[in-house]
């Protein structure tokens, strides 16, 4: 069986999407980009093209507020 962050594939060729595991990886992993984010430098964050306020404004938006596309 393999497993993503966003579905399940099943050993019959099924998928099962936003399986409460699936669910619970892409919020932990939510939760820990938001937070590297929010922990970077100023230097860092220049060269990503992100300011300070933008990297606030993400670390800060709700654990469930993702792009639908990584949701599955």
């Known amino acids: 069986m393999t497993m993503t962050a966003h579905s399940t594939t ?7 999407s936003h399986s409460l595991l699936a669910r619970l990886r892409l919020g932990l992993t939510v939760r820990r980009e ?7 430098d100023d230097a860092a964050l220049r060269d990503i093209g992100v300011s300070r306020d933008q990297a606030r404004a993400e670390a800060e938006r709700p654990l469930w507020d993702v792009p ?3 949701r599955g």
């Open 10 to 16: 099943m050993p019959h060729g099924g998928h099962r």
């Open 34 to 40: 938001r937070r590297r984010l929010a922990e970077l």
């Open 68 to 70: 639908a596309y990584w």
